[in-house]
T-cell receptor
Framework: EPEVTQTPSHQVTQMGQEVILRCVPI?????FYWYRQILGQKVEFLVS????????KSEIFDDQFSVERPDGSNFTLKIRSTKLEDSAMYFC??????????FGPGTRLTVL | GQQLNQSPQSMFIQEGEDVSMNCTSS?????WLWYKQEPGEGPVLLIA?????ELTSNGRLTAQFGITRKDSFLNISASIPSDVGIYFC????????????FGKGTKLSVKP
């Protein structure tokens, strides 16, 4: 069964450093998303991406964040200058039909 | 804004018992999704509901889309230890391209 994959599973970085989180969505899916989940809290929407451009973004997704689909398979989330409060699990999701989203296993980002 | 309220927050049950949890909102949702999350993993889609009044099953799981479109419940019959996890309801933000809002989850513990 096809699934969303994410790398790395765990990323530790120093405050102020740039990180890139990578995702490979399910191959025939058209809509891509990033969500985050701070430890013990609910999952929160960050950004949606369709037709090679951002569709919508939340207020969390400020100028420090960017997304890219550099080729036909990868979907990346970049945080330019990480802050302590960026520590969270980051989930990529994809879907063919907008609502029924399939999530990856997540990347745990720890900012020191 | 749109919010999803889940209850109960947590449940401790004996193996073999049936479980019921629900999700309510003050706003109408056109789709209800139920996800399960295990520690360190991404949310896994269990059931998707698209029509008011719809009752859908997936093995021992049954979910219903409330008639008012403001609530949904998830039942698990004859619980087993591997049912342990956090169950989230989610729905797309009105007017969005599928940006999901999540509830805070119901944490299920099953005692063998």
């Amino acid at each position: 069964e096809p699934e969303v994959t994410q790398t790395p599973s765990h990323q530790v970085t120093q405050m102020g450093q740039e990180v890139i989180l990578r995702c490979v969505p399910i191959s025939n899916h058209l809509y891509f998303y990033w969500y985050r989940q701070i430890l013990g809290q609910k999952v929160e929407f960050l950004v949606s991406f369709y037709n090679n451009e951002i569709s919508e973004k939340s207020e969390i997704f400020d100028d420090q964040f960017s997304v890219e689909r550099p080729d036909g398979s990868n979907f990346t989330l970049k945080i330019r200058s990480t802050k302590l409060e960026d520590s969270a699990m980051y989930f990529c999701a994809s879907t063919r039909e907008v609502d029924e989203q399939f999530f990856g296993p997540g990347t745990r980002l720890t900012v020191l | 804004g749109q919010q999803l309220n889940q209850s109960p927050q947590s449940m401790f049950i004996q193996e073999g018992e049936d479980v019921s949890m629900n999700c309510t909102s003050s706003s109408i949702f056109n789709t209800w999704l139920w996800y399960k999350q295990e520690p360190g993993e991404g949310p896994v889609l269990l059931i998707a509901l698209y029509k008011a009044g719809e009752l859908t099953s997936n093995g021992r799981l049954t979910a219903q889309f409330g008639i008012t479109r403001k609530d949904s419940f998830l039942n698990i019959s004859a619980s087993i230890p591997s049912d342990v996890g956090i169950y989230f309801c989610a729905g797309p933000l009105r007017g969005s391209q599928g940006n999901l809002i999540f509830g805070k989850g119901t944490k299920l513990s099953v005692k063998p």
